[in-house]
C-alpha cells in the first residue's frame, strides 16, 4: 500500500468497461484495507505531504474503512 499502488487501482477502476466498452464512469471514494495497512492507508489519504516533502496529491480523495475482513 502506497500512493503508486493507490494511483494505479484508482485509474483502473476508472477505466471499468461495460460489456459494449462503455466507461461506466466509478469514481472511487472508499479505501478498504486490513489492519496491517492502516498505517500505510492513513499516510497515503490524510498526509499534505508525502515522504520526499513533496505535496500529497492523493489526501483526502478516499475515505477509510479498516476491517479485518479485507485480507
Known sequence: M??????AA????MDFRADG??????KPTTL???PSLEEA???VLNATHNSSGAS?????TASLIV???AA
Open 32 to 34: 478498504v484495507v486490513p
Open 21 to 26: 466498452g462503455r466507461i461506466l464512469g466509478i
Open 2 to 7: 502506497d500512493a503508486t499502488n493507490y494511483a
Open 41 to 43: 492507508a492513513l499516510e
Open 67 to 69: 476491517t479485518p475482513f
Open 56 to 60: 500529497n496529491v492523493w489526501s483526502n
Open 10 to 13: 484508482r485509474a483502473a477502476m
